[in-house]
C-alpha cells in the first residue's frame, strides 16, 4: 500500500509540473509569434511612410511639371500671368499641394495603424509571458501540494494501521 500511494503522489505531482511546463512552453510560444508579428508590423508601417514619401514626391514632380506647363501655356498665347490667369494657376498649385497633403496623410494613417498593431502585438506578448511564468509556478505549486498530500495521505493510513 506504501508503494501505491508513493507511486500516485508522484504521478500526481509530476502531473501538476508538467501542465505548468506545458501551459508556460505553449505561453512562450504564443508570445514568440507575437512579438513576431509586432516586428513585422513596425516594419509594414516603416513601408507604409517611405512609399507615401516616395508618392508625395512623385506627385509633386508631376505637379511641377503641370504647373510649368501651364505657365509655357499662358506665356505662348500671350496673355499676362495676372488676373484670371495668375488665379487659375495659384488655384491648380493649391489643389495639386492639398492632393500631396493628402497622399502623405494616407500613407501615414496607414502606417500609424501598422504602429498601433505593433504596440498592441508587443502587449500580448508581454501578457502570454506573465501567463507562462504564472501556469509554471501553478504547475511547481500543484505538485508540492500533491506531494504534502500525499504524504498526509501516508501518513495518516500509517497511524491507522499502528493503532
Do not use: W
Not at 507575437?34 to 513601408?47: G, L, P, W
Request: proline share 1%; aromatic share 6%.
Amino acid at each position: 500500500m506504501t508503494i501505491a500511494i508513493i507511486a500516485a503522489t508522484a504521478f500526481q505531482a509530476y502531473s501538476s509540473y508538467q501542465q505548468g511546463v506545458d501551459a508556460r512552453d505553449q505561453a512562450r510560444s504564443q508570445a514568440a509569434m507575437a512579438e513576431y508579428n509586432a516586428k513585422v508590423a513596425r516594419q509594414q508601417a516603416e513601408a507604409e511612410r517611405r512609399n507615401a514619401e516616395e508618392a508625395a514626391k512623385q506627385h509633386q514632380r508631376k505637379a511641377s511639371q503641370i504647373m510649368a506647363r501651364n505657365r509655357a501655356l499662358v506665356g505662348k498665347s500671350g496673355v499676362a500671368e495676372t488676373g484670371s490667369p495668375l488665379l487659375v494657376m495659384e488655384d491648380t498649385a493649391n489643389q495639386l499641394e492639398m492632393e500631396r497633403g493628402r497622399i502623405l496623410a494616407a500613407g501615414y494613417s496607414r502606417a500609424g495603424a501598422y504602429e498601433n498593431q505593433s504596440i498592441l502585438d508587443t502587449m500580448s506578448a508581454k501578457s502570454y509571458k506573465q501567463q507562462g511564468s504564472n501556469a509554471y509556478k501553478s504547475g511547481l505549486i500543484g505538485a508540492g501540494s500533491s506531494a504534502l498530500s500525499g504524504y498526509g495521505d501516508y501518513k495518516y493510513k500509517q497511524s491507522l494501521l499502528n493503532n
